[in-house]
């Protein structure tokens, strides 16, 4: 957007440590400003607007929904309430960017995209990560064969978490759980390389208190390779994305999914070349997908191209049969979300 055009006016649903690392990059983003937050919890709503000098706040999510200011919301709610925030966002006639996972399975997010097509409003899956400039100048070297042709993957993120059984990131009832909180990342890598698994094996630990997955283990198979994935709250990963071809490897540095550097490898273990590329991100990295949204509600367009709404339903198809294998299911799904 150039200085004649006018500005994207945002609204935030949800003002959690998201939203605040989110916003440190809208404000580096041309074309873009936040004008309204909302919490349900009506301080803290009021702090994050004096904090940050938003002109308006409100202590309900329906209030801001209300505001004729804004032309597109950003949800970072907790997992199980984004289907229902963005859908009445886009019938109240926003535009919406929606953290990931964009919902918690397949029912919602094509209720999402339904509402999307039916009011004619752009929605995103707020999957930075596609945007990052190292994975896709790693995907350019992949379709370039720069390391030959590539048949293995082996991504993980795993920290340790323990925030107590009542946080949200643990409870059956906000769809906590390693697999979408973290595991999302890994599975989109191997989607993005690969496509969609020809076949999927998962096997995950629960937690007996709260019934939501600790870990996740993942083998994808394509019809040209293996994905072997991990997500966990027990212990940290190295967070090193691997990406092997007959011709070389990529190794995406940690953290992989934010990365700002990676190596290309060719030769074998004793006789090798690495070559090493960096590529610092503006911001966090958040930029590139506000960036993106912009440009394509500027072009009248409901979808991005780069990550589109049939990505994001083929990815929560993954996710979906890897919760089915390791015995996750959220009490308020319903019998017809299967």
Not at 116 to 124: P, Y
Not at 132 to 156: E, F, L, M, Q, R
Not at 171 to 197: C, D, H, N, R
Request: hydrophobic share 35%; glycine share 8%; charged share 25%.
């Amino acid at each position: 957007m150039n200085g004649n055009t006018k500005k994207l006016k945002w609204g935030f649903l949800g003002l959690g440590n998201m939203a605040h690392v989110f916003l440190d990059d809208l404000l580096k983003v041309d074309g873009s400003e936040l004008v309204a937050v909302a919490s349900r919890n009506e301080t803290k709503a009021e702090k994050f607007a004096n904090q940050y000098q938003v002109s308006s706040f409100y202590k309900s999510y329906e209030k801001l929904l209300e505001d004729p200011s804004i032309d597109i919301i950003y949800i970072a709610t907790p997992h199980h309430n984004h289907a229902e925030l963005a859908i009445k966002s886009m019938e109240s006639g926003k535009h919406v960017l929606c953290e990931k996972p964009l919902a918690v399975n397949r029912y919602q997010v094509q209720a999402m995209i339904d509402a999307s097509k039916k009011n004619q409003k752009f929605l995103m899956e707020a999957l930075w990560s596609r945007f990052n400039p190292c994975i896709n100048s790693v995907i350019d070297h992949i379709n370039k064969g720069d390391i030959g042709t590539v048949s293995y993957i082996n991504a993980d993120f795993g920290l340790v978490i323990d925030k107590g059984s009542t946080h949200r990131i643990h409870l059956s009832e906000t769809a906590g759980g390693s697999l979408l909180e973290l595991g999302v990342y890994p599975v989109f890598l191997a989607y993005l390389i690969f496509g969609k698994p020809i076949k999927i094996k998962a096997a995950g630990k629960l937690d007996s208190k709260t019934g939501t997955d600790i870990q996740a283990g993942i083998i994808l198979e394509f019809e040209n390779g293996i994905a072997n994935l991990y997500s966990g709250f027990t212990a940290e990963s190295d967070m090193v994305a691997k990406i092997y071809g007959d011709e070389g490897r990529i190794y995406l540095d940690p953290f992989w999914h934010e990365t700002e550097s990676y190596s290309i490898v060719k030769g074998n273990l004793t006789n090798y070349l690495t070559q090493d590329y960096s590529m610092p991100t503006k911001g966090k990295g958040f930029t590139y997908e506000i960036e993106e949204c912009q440009n394509c509600i500027a072009s009248g367009k409901i979808e991005s191209s780069i990550w589109s709404h049939q990505d994001s339903l083929n990815l929560i198809e993954i996710m979906d049969e890897i919760r089915s294998q390791i015995g996750l299911r959220y009490p308020f799904e319903k019998v017809t979300e299967n």
